[in-house]
C-alpha cells in the first residue's frame, strides 16, 4: 500500500486557507484533517475525536513530558497541540493529513517530524490580502493592522516552505493546490515497490 504523508498549508490570515481547503476535502477522497487536542472547554455541537481532542491541562503537559506532539502552543491560557500518534497512524493507512497551521507551528513541525510537503497560500500582494480582510467586514481597524503586521512576518518565511501558491485566482489556486497533492503521492519513497521477477 502507498504511504500517505502530511500536508502542512500555511498563510496570512484573509489568504483563503479555509476555502481552499474546504474544495480540497470535497475533491480528493484520502484526505483527513489533523484533529488537534486541546484543554478548552468543548462547545455546543463539537464531538470529540472530529472537533478536537479534548484534555485536562494536567493530561496535556503529560502528554508534553511523553513527547506525544509533531507541536503545540498555548493561546489564551489553553493549550493546542498536533498529536503524532494521530498524524502517523493516519499516514500508515496511506491517508493525506492536513494540518493548517501558522508559521511558527509548522516550523516546530518541521524539526520533529521528517517527510512533511510544506506548501505557503500567499496573496497575489498585501494591498489585496488588506482589502479582503476588509471586505469580510469583521475586524476593527485595530485588528486589521495586527492581521497586516503578522501577515507581513509571515512572508519572511516562504523559503521555509517546498511549494509556494499565490491565491490571484480561487480556482488557479486549488488546481495547483491538486497538481502537488497529486504530484507526491506518486513520490517514489512513498510507494512500496516490490515487482517480482518474472520467470
Not at 498549508?9 to 488537534?36: C, R
Not at 502552543?73 to 500508515?92: E, L, Q, S
Not at 506548501?119 to 485595530?142: C, D, M, Q, Y
Amino acid at each position: 500500500m502507498r504511504k500517505g504523508f502530511l500536508l502542512i498549508i500555511s498563510g496570512p490570515s484573509g489568504v483563503g486557507k479555509g476555502t481552499v481547503l474546504h474544495d480540497l476535502m470535497n475533491t480528493q477522497n484520502n484526505l483527513v484533517y489533523s484533529v488537534s487536542v486541546t484543554t478548552r472547554e468543548k462547545r455546543p455541537g463539537e464531538i470529540e475525536g472530529v472537533s478536537y481532542f479534548y484534555k485536562t491541562h494536567e493530561e496535556f503537559e503529560q502528554m508534553i513530558k511523553e513527547d506525544k506532539f509533531l507541536e503545540y502552543a498555548k493561546v489564551h491560557n489553553n493549550y493546542y497541540g498536533t498529536p503524532k500518534d494521530f498524524v502517523i497512524n493516519k499516514i500508515n493507512e496511506g491517508k493525506i493529513v492536513i494540518l493548517e497551521i501558522d508559521v511558527q507551528g509548522a516550523l516546530n513541525v518541521k524539526k520533529n517530524f521528517d517527510n512533511g510537503v510544506y506548501i505557503f497560500l500567499a496573496p497575489p500582494s498585501l494591498s489585496e490580502l488588506k482589502n479582503r480582510i476588509v471586505n469580510r467586514g469583521t475586524e476593527s481597524e485595530e485588528d486589521i493592522n495586527l492581521r497586516m503586521k503578522n501577515a507581513r512576518k509571515e512572508l519572511q518565511y516562504i523559503n521555509e516552505y517546498d511549494y509556494l501558491v499565490v491565491n490571484d485566482h480561487l480556482n488557479s489556486a486549488i488546481n495547483l493546490v491538486n497538481e502537488i497533492i497529486n504530484a507526491e503521492k506518486h513520490r517514489v519513497s512513498r510507494e512500496d515497490i516490490n515487482f517480482e521477477k518474472g520467470e
